[in-house]
């Protein structure tokens, strides 16, 4: 098992900037990447960051430029630096582990944290 705890949401006003963080804990070892997702109200879910266990990256061309995803592997740590805000990246944003471990075959299983409240607002 792996759990995932999101900090770092809340208000800030269009072009500003913040850094959410999604500790994880449990069965490290087996997570292969991490990723950012966000839902806003009445929209589907979507990727917006994701970083895999050998630091590859990639974003969602609606972010590009302006957010950031990184690691701390001694703090089991990653982060995402979100800058030049705007009001359509208000959502809640959501980490998400990817985990594969081999017992007698391979098993891929995914894990959430509980999100956090981004809000662009003037």
């Known amino acids: 098992q792996v759990q995932l705890v999101e900090s770092g949401g809340g208000l800030v006003q269009p072009g500003g900037s913040l850094r959410l963080s999604c500790a994880a804990s449990?069965?490290?070892?087996?997570?292969?990447?991490t990723g950012w997702y966000r839902q806003a109200p009445g929209k589907q879910r979507e990727l917006v960051a994701r970083i895999t266990s050998s630091g590859n990256t990639n974003y969602a061309d609606s972010v590009k430029g302006r957010f950031t995803i990184s690691r701390d592997n001694a703090k089991n740590t990653v982060y995402l630096q979100m800058s030049s805000l705007k009001p359509e990246d208000t959502a809640v944003y959501s980490c998400?582990?990817?985990?594969?471990?081999?017992?007698?075959?391979?098993?891929?299983?995914?894990?959430w944290g509980q999100g956090t409240q981004v809000t662009v607002s003037s």
């Open positions: 998400n582990a990817e985990a594969t471990w081999f017992q007698g075959r391979w098993y891929r299983d995914q894990y």
């Open positions: 449990g069965s490290i070892s087996r997570i292969i990447a």
